[in-house]
């Protein structure tokens, strides 16, 4: 008795031509690294923008604060009352630098959420939910403090559209990394299932 070769093409124990399990893989590993691109670019983008926007108040604070005052006094030298020049100079001083440390703390915010955006295929849910509550805590902060410093309360709900944007922006990251880590658990947990497990 002989045995000849044969034309079909081989296939493994499981009647599934080989490759096929690798290409599902290979498609669900794609699926998961777009998901997680968009979350790393969101958090990269938000921090570029609130770094410029630190580094912005931070560079002009001298002429930001110099045109406040000047704004506030004109109406009291329109009526000819006179203003201590040395007085003056010093609020300006404690002010500007007020306000430097205050944005200081936006552009750290900013450096935060880059690193934050290249960790982010480490670390996914990690680090968007931290983006999220890092963007949320210096929104409130910058507000209370501005508050307090000019009793103001608009400050609370001033550019309400684009933080409302931010904010949907990184909830949108979030989902996306939960997808990401579902997405690897469930491809784990094939991965790793018995060959004959029901």
Request: aromatic fraction near 12%; hydrophobic fraction near 50%; include cysteine.
């Amino acid at each position: 008795m002989s045995f000849s070769p044969s034309n079909k093409p081989a296939s493994n124990p499981f009647n599934q031509p080989f490759g096929s399990q690798t290409g599902r893989r290979n498609l669900a590993q794609e699926a998961r690294k777009q998901q997680l691109r968009k979350a790393r670019w969101i958090l990269i983008v938000v921090g570029v923008v609130q770094f410029i926007i630190g580094l912005f108040f931070v560079i002009g604070a001298r002429s930001l604060v110099k045109a406040q005052f000047e704004k506030e006094l004109a109406p009291l030298r329109a009526q000819g009352q006179i203003v201590d020049e040395q007085k003056l100079q010093e609020l300006e001083d404690s002010n500007t630098k007020a306000t430097q440390l205050l944005n200081l703390g936006g552009i750290l915010g900013g450096i935060s959420f880059i690193f934050l955006g290249l960790l982010v295929y480490r670390f996914p849910v990690a680090c968007t939910v931290t983006g999220l509550l890092l963007y949320i805590g210096l929104f409130a902060g910058f507000a209370f403090i501005t508050f307090m410093s000019d009793g103001d309360a608009s400050v609370f709900v001033r550019g309400w559209l684009i933080k409302l944007l931010v904010i949907i922006a990184l909830f949108k990251a979030i989902q996306a990394a939960l997808a990401y880590e579902k997405e690897k658990k469930a491809a784990e947990s094939a991965f790793i299932r018995p060959p004959f497990a029901s």
